[in-house]
Structure formats: C-alpha cells, structure tokens
C-alpha cells in the first residue's frame, strides 16, 4: 500500500443520531449545519460529511432541497470537498437515502457496506427534559430496527454514483463488510482507489479497539490489496481510535456525529474544536495535513467545478 503524503481530516458534523437536546453546541438546522462545516474546514477539515436536518426541529430529513441549501451555502463560503450521506437515517428507504446524492452529484458520498444493527437507543436516558418530543422515541427505536444496506441495494447505489461521477466512501462497521466491498470490487463496480471508512464501536458492529482496526485493516490488505482508509469511531472511543489509525498510516475522521465530548465530561462546542484537537496529534506524530484539493487528488475527486449544487 503506497504510503500516503499528507493526512485527510474529516468531519462529520451532524449524521441521524444525536438529537438536539443532547448538546447545546449540536448543530441541528441547516445555518448551524453550515457553520460547523465551515469553522470545521477553516480547522483544518479537507472533508465535510453532511446530513440534512429539518429547520423546524431538528429531525433528521431526506429532503433534496434542504441538502441542497447545506451544501449549496458550504460551497460558497469554502473550497471543502463536501460528502453528501447516502446513508441518512435508518428509518429512511434506499431511494430516500440515496436521492439528494443523485440529484447533487457531489464529488464524494457515504456507501454503506452492509446491513447492521445501528443502536444509539441507550441515549434516551441522557435526556430529562427534551426540547422535542421527537426526540426520545426517535433515540429508543433504534432498539429494533436494522440499518438496512443489501448487496441489491450496494449495486444500485455504486451503479448510480459511477454514472454521476460520484466517489463512493464505503462506511465499514464490521469486517464482513470488507469482503463485501472486494465482491462488489471482482464485480466491476469499484474504481480505484478503494476508499474506506473504518466506523468503529458503533453498537451492533465492531467494538472500537485497537486489536479490531489493524485486524479491518489487515482483512482489508487480503481482501482488496491497495486502498486508501480512514478511521471513526463513536462517542469516547474517537480520539483514542483516530489517533491509533494516524499512527497505523490511516486519515482521521472526527465531528459531533460521532461523539458530542472534546474530552471526557466536557462537551465540544464544535465540530472544528474536535478538528483542531486531531490536528494537533497528527502534527506531534509528524504528520502533514493535507488541504481540499489535496485530498481531491488522493481520493481521485472530479473537481467542485463539476457538482450539481
Ligand atoms: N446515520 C447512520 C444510520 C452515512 O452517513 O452514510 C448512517 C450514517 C452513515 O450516518
Ligand atoms: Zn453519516
């Protein structure tokens, strides 16, 4: 695996599980979604990872036109390469997920590489007086439901994001998912270079331990040869795994979807604090941030000039 230049800086600034009333500082509607992603990007943050959120209240939305103003807005204010989730939440159907994404064409989406149990319903309890109502039943639900990611569905979605140009950043919660991922690659339906995801200790995948990152990255090596990856990982887990995964060779990603604490006990009042803080360990490591255009290179991107937004 060619070692990579400089490190790409992610960050995932909202995603479908934390719900307002969790944080203060949780950007919820699409301005404080775009303030994050911006301050996030001025921190250091090659990539933005963006979700739509209803303005009214903050529920997780597949609506085309409120993504469309996220990312629209994004783009005017910086030069971040914005990834536009095809994984949205997981009450949403394939074709809801995966619809902004198509009418946008971004240069970068979320793939999801497989079904899991996507469980945050532990959360409920951190909410005594939720400013929604939404909010606690939406937090217990994800007790029963299954996000749903089918080899029928992969193929559609790799078919629809190569026709648009689209570069598919495989979210990996498990290790099966990798063998999911060298299938669809012996199919024909991934180029170059792989780009993967590690999302690690999400409750229903892989538990967020060092031995279980070089043990994806490892499979991954066998399964699929040459990639490019970069590590997640959820709540207080993230600064301790992404740290690991710089040392392994690997990007990092941070942002208040996957954790709302800068450090334990102490909530983030942003994505960008979360970017700063990674930064500041890639740089003590030696390492090199790479900017937006820089990360369009390694991830082979088509170019900001060539989006539908
Ligand atoms: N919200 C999770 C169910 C993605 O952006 O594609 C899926 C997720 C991954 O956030
Ligand atoms: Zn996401």
Redesign the pocket.
């Known amino acids: 695996m060619s070692k990579q230049s400089k490190i790409i800086i992610t960050a ?1 600034v909202t ?3 934390h719900t307002p009333s969790l944080s203060p500082y949780f950007p919820s509607t699409p301005d404080q979604i775009i303030e994050d992603a911006v301050k996030a990007h001025e921190a250091g943050a090659a990539v933005v ?1 963006v ?1 739509a959120r209803d303005p009214k209240d903050g529920t ?1 939305t597949p609506d085309i036109n409120i993504m469309r103003e996220i990312v629209s807005s994004i783009k005017k204010r910086c030069n971040a390469v914005v ?1 536009i ?6 009450w949403m159907s394939s074709e809801q ?1 995966l619809a902004p994404a198509v009418e946008l064409k971004p240069e970068l ?4 590489a497989g079904s899991v149990n ?1 469980v945050f319903s532990d959360l409920a309890s951190k909410i005594k007086d939720p400013k929604f109502d939404w909010e606690i039943p939406y937090l217990k639900r994800t007790h029963e439901l299954v ?1 749903t990611n089918t080899f029928t569905g992969l193929e559609y979605y790799l078919n629809t994001m190569n026709e648009h140009g689209i570069r598919p ?1 495989f ?1 990996v919660y498990d290790v099966g998912m990798v063998n999911n991922i060298a299938y669809l690659k012996e199919k024909g339906l991934v180029r170059e270079p792989v780009y993967m995801q590690f ?1 690690m200790g999400i409750l229903g995948g892989i538990p967020a331990t060092v031995d279980n990152l070089v043990y994806l990255v490892k499979t991954a090596r066998e399964q699929i040869g040459d990639f490019v990856w970069s590590c997640a990982a959820a709540g207080k887990a993230q600064f301790p795994l992404v740290a690991a995964g710089l040392a392994m060779g690997g990007n990092a990603r941070v942002g208040l ?1 996957d954790n709302l604490y800068l450090k334990p006990g102490v909530l983030a009042k942003s994505s960008a604090e979360q970017v700063i803080q990674i930064r500041e360990i890639a740089e003590r490591l030696g390492l090199e941030i790479a900017n937006s255009e820089e990360a369009r290179q390694i991830l082979a991107l088509k170019g900001s000039d060539k989006v539908n937004f």
């Open positions: 995932a995603g479908a599980t990872h979700h997780p990834c989730t095809t994984g949205g939440a997981v997920r989406a979320s793939c999801n996507f996000f950043e979210e999302v979807e």
